[in-house]
């Protein structure tokens, strides 16, 4: 079943057309790479379709309920609920050990904090985090520090993952390791992927790859993931 749409997506700034009149679906446990040139409007679509940048013509659906027209406050505890969020690098805080990082979006869902670092520890394993659980994100690799943000971004298990530029800022081998993880682990949890990058190495490990071109998609593949 689709757990998100985007129905001919249409974003101006001014007189640019970010996006004009975009169609994508999401399944459940799909993976979908947005790639295409700088300026395109990867971005604004992974932020429209996100619920965090409102389009200006179109509709943005989760499991066929409307987001684009929802108020702040209920869009904002959508996207806590039911998105789950990874993004280049910077988004983990310096001064909480890598378990409290992780348990962080259910304490602001009101689970105690016991019980939320509890939850977040069952996350370390899956993604060969074992031992790291005290450690502060300034005693981490990068790859280390990208896979805590993964498991910060399925603690609450989301139906949605939303991924810009996960592995920007890792090295080739260490970008294979965390995309691979990050589509292995979003998949068994049952969300979906939507993510953006550059590298087409990283966008071939998900399932469909969206082309994008001044604010169009302007090509569309299947991709059979080993
Ligand atoms: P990409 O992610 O593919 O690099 P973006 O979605 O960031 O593309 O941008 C698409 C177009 O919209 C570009 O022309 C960009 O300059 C413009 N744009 C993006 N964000 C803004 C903004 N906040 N204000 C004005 N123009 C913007
Ligand atoms: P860029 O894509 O230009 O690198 P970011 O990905 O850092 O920028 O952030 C893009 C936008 O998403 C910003 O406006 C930021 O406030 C917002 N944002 C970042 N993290 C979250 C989050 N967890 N939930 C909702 N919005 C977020």
């Not at 970010?18 to 992974?46: H, Q």
């Not at 990208?146 to 260490?174: H, K, S, W, Y």
Request: proline share 4%.
């Amino acid at each position: 079943s689709i757990v998100l749409a985007g129905h001919g997506l249409i974003k101006k700034y001014g007189s640019t057309m970010a996006l004009s009149g975009v169609d994508v679906e999401v399944r459940e446990r799909d993976s979908l790479a947005i790639m295409g040139p700088s300026g395109s409007g990867k971005s604004t679509l992974l932020h429209v379709l996100a619920g965090i940048i409102r389009p200006d013509g179109g509709q943005v659906l989760v499991r066929d309920e409307r987001i684009d027209n929802l108020g702040e406050n209920r869009l904002s505890a959508l996207r806590r609920k039911r998105f789950g969020f990874v993004f280049q690098f910077g988004q983990l805080l310096p001064e909480l050990p890598a378990e409290e990082n992780v348990a962080l979006p259910l304490m602001l869902e009101g689970v105690p904090r016991k019980a939320a670092v509890e939850r977040a520890r069952r996350w370390f394993a899956p993604l060969g985090l074992e031992g790291l659980e005290g450690r502060r994100p300034g005693q981490l690799s990068g790859g280390q520090a990208q896979r805590v943000a993964i498991a910060r971004a399925l603690v609450v298990e989301p139906d949605v993952v939303f991924a810009d530029e996960p592995t920007g800022a890792l090295d080739q081998n260490t970008s294979t390791e965390v995309v691979q993880l990050l589509t292995s682990v979003t998949r068994s949890q049952g969300a979906a992927l939507v993510m953006v990058t550059h590298d087409a190495d990283v966008a071939a490990h998900c399932h469909r790859i969206l082309q994008v071109r001044d604010g169009r998609i302007s090509g569309h593949s299947q991709y059979t993931v080993a």
